[in-house]
């Protein structure tokens, strides 16, 4: 049997980058990984002969006699048959799974599947294997405050707040009786909001759109960057835009669902610059599904890749704490909102409001028209700080 002295001795003597179980008694293992984290687990054989080994916990958050105290435990359990029992029981990680193929499948993208994984990944970790009716809120908080000493907050709050669907999701269906999140209101550290970087000082927008238009070789990627300024969607939204989804008779480009953060169709007005740039492009690129091809997809049957709009920048000579991609969002809000247009225009510009709220103020059609003045006038005022002429003037208030 290991004591805690001889234990850390044999933790320290462990080379970095190389794994290795430390027994401390019969089955008991310290499992000291590559990436020096450490795992306590204890290894056992069933009744059908089967060897199984069980996570207890994690060092050094369960101490050397806390992972004893569970280890007895377990066997414990075992010996007595409860073990086999709780096995039965539905487990988070289970349920977790159940939860995104009932909500989400067909609905969301793999890619914000993925991301769902990614930031649940440390809660599986630690709790997933856990029955779901046995889960306290000092088990969530514990790996909500791992998230938080990492620095990572936006996870830490993800979390919570996916778990708290999990939790109530399982609460529908009988399998727990609370939701052991709302315990937890108010603990989480308090989100440190960054914003992108961005331009919006109107001497700097014009040299921006000067350099977008008179530096870098590729007519596709500058057509890109206009187009980007003039419309001020989502990265996401121009980079996987297709053929498809404009009509630019009626001068618009309709975003599907489920290619909006918000799950919701969005409808771009489009200016005249942005009707003359899709034409410019179909020239180049009309013959594939996407307008934006990946480098060396002549078929056009890939878009873009995620970082080519900010290398496009970095090209000329905009470094990322300067401007990114998601900056000219920045950018038009600024700018528009100086100029005095409709505070609820803008957001549903931005795709940040729900068009619904806004219909009691207008009706379908004056609201759209208002939309797309604002977007010509934006337009408009971009070429003009872009070739150092008058602004133009500002169209009826709304």
Request: charged share 30%; proline share 4%.
């Amino acid at each position: 049997m290991l004591t805690e002295k001889e234990m850390q001795r044999e933790i320290r003597a462990v080379p970095e980058g190389v794994r290795k179980g430390i027994l401390i008694d019969e089955g008991f293992i310290l499992d000291v990984l590559k990436s020096r984290k450490m795992v306590w687990r204890y290894r056992f054989t069933d009744r059908r002969g089967k060897e199984l080994k069980v996570k207890l916990g994690e060092y050094p958050g369960m101490s050397l006699r806390e992972a004893r105290i569970a280890r007895d435990k377990l066997r414990g359990d075992i010996a007595s048959g409860e073990y086999e029992e709780k096995k039965k029981a539905v487990t988070f990680g289970e349920v977790f799974e159940t939860l995104i193929k009932r909500r989400v499948e067909g609905v969301c993208t793999e890619k914000y599947l993925q991301n769902m994984r990614i930031y649940m990944k440390r809660f599986i970790s630690m709790l997933g294997d856990m029955p779901i009716n046995e889960i306290t809120s000092s088990d969530v908080l514990r790996v909500i405050e791992a998230a938080e000493s990492d620095g990572v907050y936006s996870t830490a709050h993800k979390i919570k707040q996916t778990a708290g669907q999990v939790f109530r999701f399982a609460a529908a269906a009988g399998l727990v009786t609370a939701d052991p999140t709302y315990m937890l209101t108010g603990l989480l550290q308090v989100r440190k909001v960054k914003h992108m970087p961005r331009i919006t000082d109107p001497e700097l927008a014009g040299r921006l759109m000067r350099d977008i238009r008179d530096k870098g070789h590729s007519p596709t990627m500058r057509i890109f960057l206009q187009l980007h300024a003039y419309t001020f969607v989502r990265p996401k939204e121009i980079r996987e835009a297709e053929w498809g989804e404009f009509d630019l008779a009626a001068g618009v480009w309709k975003i599907p669902a489920e290619k909006m953060k918000m799950r919701r169709v969005h409808i771009v007005p489009l200016a005249r610059q942005s009707i003359e740039l899709v034409s410019e492009l179909y020239k180049l690129t009309g013959h594939g599904r996407y307008l934006f091809h990946a480098w060396g997809c002549w078929d056009g049957s890939r878009h873009i890749s995620d970082n080519a709009e900010n290398k496009a920048l970095r090209r000329r000579g905009y470094a990322h704490d300067v401007m990114v991609g998601h900056g000219f969002r920045g950018m038009a809000s600024t700018f528009l909102y100086e100029a005095g247009f409709n505070s609820q225009v803008i957001e549903i510009q931005l795709a940040h409001a729900d068009s619904n709220s806004v219909r009691a103020s207008y009706n379908e059609a004056e609201f759209m028209q208002r939309r797309r003045v604002m977007c010509q006038w934006y337009a408009d005022y971009l070429d003009s700080l872009r070739d150092d002429t008058a602004p133009p003037p500002f169209p009826q208030r709304g």
